[in-house]
């Protein structure tokens, strides 16, 4: 069965700092891994990442995978209280004639605080 | 990406009746799915849906308590049937940008059974 561990299961921080969201995974036929950023209902797409050592960069939040290890990590500096939310971290299993499955995570819940 | 839309936002129902929820994209798409986030919980795949072809169930999900149309390329159904309290949920459709395994969200329909 496919795992994804996201640590930690949540985060308060003051606005400025850097934080560093981890994600370790065991999965089947490994596809892509997938990070979220869940507000309110709705996940919204961050990265996806499928090579390892690539780092993928989008403002102040970057994200960088290893095949090897199995886990990726989710950095933000210079955080913000619009920063606040719960990350989600998935994982794509590539499936013999079906659709890919995403498993996910439960999520850290990052708080930044004035 | 592209731009989803899910009617109703939000519900509230009587338990033993049945909710059904939309899903619209503004282009079409292969894959499209539906997944559920009990409270405090972590996003569960329901059902893969094909355009043309029965949807595919995940082990604990069955047709008869969730089933799901897929009449074109750009729309999508759930229905909740025979609603009890544990049904109480986020339901989310999420559509296979470019792979099936590039995922993008809808804003969710929040559902509460009473």
């Known amino acids: 069965e496919d795992k994804v561990v996201q640590s930690p299961l949540s985060l308060v921080v003051h606005e400025g700092d850097t934080v560093t969201l981890n994600c370790s995974y065991e999965v089947t036929n490994f596809r892509s891994l997938l990070w979220y950023k869940q507000e309110k209902k709705a996940p919204t797409f961050l990265f996806m990442l499928t090579s390892s050592g690539i780092e993928k960069k989008s403002g102040r939040l970057s994200s960088i995978l290893d095949k090897k290890e199995l886990f990726s990590i989710l950095n933000i500096t210079a955080t913000q209280t619009g920063d606040s939310a719960i990350y989600l971290c998935a994982v794509a299993r590539l499936n013999t004639g079906t659709a890919s499955k995403l498993t996910f995570g439960t999520g850290t819940r990052l708080q930044v605080t004035l | ?114």
């Open chain 2, 1 to 114: 990406s592209a731009v989803i839309s899910q009617k109703p936002s939000r519900d509230i129902c009587q338990r033993g009746t049945s909710l059904t929820i939309q899903c619209q994209v503004d282009s079409q798409v292969t894959m499209m799915f539906w997944y559920r986030q009990q409270p405090g919980q972590s996003l569960t795949l329901i059902a893969t849906a094909n355009q043309g072809s029965e949807a595919t169930y995940e082990s604990g999900f069955v047709i008869d308590k969730f089933p799901i149309s897929r009449p074109n390329l750009t729309f999508s159904t759930l229905t909740v049937s025979n609603m009890s309290p544990e049904d109480s949920s986020i339901y989310l459709c999420s559509v296979g940008i470019n792979t099936d395994y590039e995922q993008y969200f809808g804003p969710g329909t929040r559902l509460t059974v009473t």
